[in-house]
């Protein structure tokens, strides 16, 4: 009797989990991704595309408006500091200098002349007095006429000398007239642009009128990156912070650089996106060589960095800092995980799975969620 009781509980056991595994539904395969200790960074990038800028500019044109009488240089040339790069005609000026310098020295001669007189007036003024004194022979109105002929001798030599300082200060005052129409470079540098020809009449900008400047000089010594961040990702950002720098031109290659400008106010351009302005120098000198001003470019700010920090992809994470955790037998249990650094590929955990730890990437498949059983479908990475 207990056998026939035995033999049929074992028969209705082996039934159960019969009807259990037809009932139960398939097992969804999925790419899984096991927790490990890795390098995970916190970088802020810029929103929109950055520019190589060389360390000065000058947009220039000449004070004086004229006509182009002399253009010393062409694009592309290397000019030093305070060379002359264009004259507007200035013969009349010229003349003026040599006139105001020819002007000096007969002042000077006059000077020198009235000066002398002086200088004789007034021995013959002592020798006066000496007379009068020992002597007798002399009457004090002689010795008054000779003393004041003298100091009136000595104050048109000082009167000369004074119109020396004039006709000096009147040649000052016409180089200075002939100095504004010179174009001289303001540092050295590359003329990247000419926009005049000889023979034409040029003239400066006027205020709040745009127009082209006459020569475009670039320093290319040195060159920065200038690009904008988001205001919400700004306050992170600190001078002297590590960045790393893409361009274009160069696919795949990454250029060290650091933070050493960040703009003290917010630009507001577009009305829904706010952004400051921050510049990143780059830190390997030889490779200026192979840069333009002008390229794009994009910078990654590193905010933060851990080494060696259990991390999962960043895409694993669903709302409110949930992961799906696969258990021994295939089922699928939701876990709250709090994050630590962050980027687009991955995301330290800080707690909420250990090492080792399976979970699931692919999230977005049809029936993946908590309680539904799962295969492995392959290992992500």
């Known amino acids: 009797m207990h056998k026939s009781i035995a033999i049929i509980s074992v028969l209705v056991l082996f039934a159960a989990i019969g009807l259990y595994l037809l009932q139960r539904p398939e097992p969804i395969p999925v790419v899984i991704y096991s927790v490990a200790e890795g390098e995970v960074k916190t970088t802020v990038s810029n929103t929109r595309v950055g520019t190589v800028k060389p360390c000065r500019r000058a947009y220039l ?3 004086a408006s004229g006509q182009l009488a002399k253009l010393n240089v062409r694009e592309g040339d290397a000019v030093d500091n305070n060379a002359i790069l264009l004259e507007i005609w200035n013969d009349d000026l010229k003349a003026q200098v040599k006139l105001r310098q020819m002007e000096i ?6 000077a020198r002349q009235a000066c002398i007189i002086a200088g004789g007036a007034e021995r013959i003024a002592r020798r006066t007095k000496l007379l009068q004194k020992h002597d007798g022979i002399i009457s004090p109105e002689q010795v008054d006429d000779a003393v004041t002929a003298a100091q009136a001798k000595r104050a048109a030599c000082h009167s000369a000398q004074a119109a020396v300082q004039v006709g000096r200060a009147s040649l000052a005052a016409a180089r200075t007239e002939l100095e504004r129409t010179l174009l001289r470079a303001p540092f050295n540098g590359t003329v990247a642009e ?22 475009d000089l670039l ?3 040195c060159l920065y990156i200038s690009a904008p961040i988001d205001e919400v990702d700004a306050p992170s950002i600190r001078l002297g912070m590590p960045a790393s720098v893409t361009l274009d031109a160069f696919s795949r290659q990454h250029f060290p650089g650091t933070v050493t400008r960040i703009a003290p106010y917010v630009q507001e351009k577009e009305k829904q996106a706010r952004t400051v302005e921050v510049e990143v120098t780059l830190s390997e000198h030889r490779l200026l060589q192979r840069l333009l001003p002008g390229y794009s470019a994009d910078i990654e700010v590193l905010i933060d960095a851990r080494q060696k920090a259990p991390r999962i992809p960043t895409s694993a994470i669903l709302e409110n800092n949930r992961v ?4 021994d037998d295939g089922l699928l249990q939701e876990r709250i995980i709090q994050p630590g650094l962050a980027n687009w590929d991955y995301t330290e955990v800080v707690s909420g799975l250990t090492v080792g ?25």
């Open 219 to 221: 320093d290319v010594s």
């Open 105 to 110: 020295q007969v002042k000077e001669a006059a």
């Open 357 to 381: 730890d399976r979970i699931v990437l692919s999230t977005g498949r049809d029936g993946v969620k908590a309680g539904a059983y799962v295969i492995a479908e392959r290992q992500g990475q």
């Open 61 to 63: 044109a000449p004070s």
């Open 324 to 327: 799906l955790l696969l258990t």
């Open 194 to 215: 000419i926009n005049v020809e000889l023979g034409e009449f040029v003239t400066p900008s006027p205020p709040g009128i745009a127009t082209l400047p006459a020569i």
